[in-house]
């Protein structure tokens, strides 16, 4: 068995920052590891919050440290210039994620943003992770 896939079965609770990502500039979450494949996470900071949940792929053959993965978020985020106070998006994030033994993880993603106020639909994050 993996370090990675242990680590995440031993402790499937975790904490985050993200730097960007589905609450814009930066956000705090809390992660839920169904399986070492499965994770959800919700969070929320200065301009909105998000939950969602992604599907990791770790290649055998590859560093046992690293996942690649894909998701989908709900999220609520402040609009500074425009019409209304609020808008409501999908936040589709792809990425790398290193997990260390001891629970340690990073990830930098790119996403697609889907947003009905705000037109800038690609956008980007690196998280920090500790497994508890």
């Known amino acids: 068995n993996s370090d990675t896939v242990g680590v995440l079965q031993k402790k499937p609770f975790g904490i985050g920052v993200n730097l960007g ?13 169904f ?5 959800a996470e919700v969070g929320g900071g200065l301009f909105g919050f998000f939950a969602g949940a992604t599907l990791h792929y770790r290649n ?15 999220s609520q985020t402040a609009v ?7 808008e409501d998006g999908l936040y589709f994030p ?7 033994k001891r629970g340690f993880g990073f ?21 920090f992770s500790h497994q508890l």
């Open 35 to 39: 399986s070492p494949s499965v994770e």
């Open 107 to 127: 990830a930098p993603e790119i996403a697609y943003r889907v947003s009905p106020v705000l037109h800038h639909n690609i956008w980007a994050a690196l998280k």
């Open 60 to 74: 055998d053959n590859f560093n046992d440290h690293w996942t690649a993965y894909g998701g989908i978020y709900l």
């Open 94 to 100: 792809i990425g790398m994620q290193f997990v260390s």
């Open 21 to 33: 990502g589905p609450a814009l500039l930066g956000s705090v979450s809390a992660i839920y590891y």
């Open 80 to 86: 500074i210039f425009g019409n209304t106070d609020h």
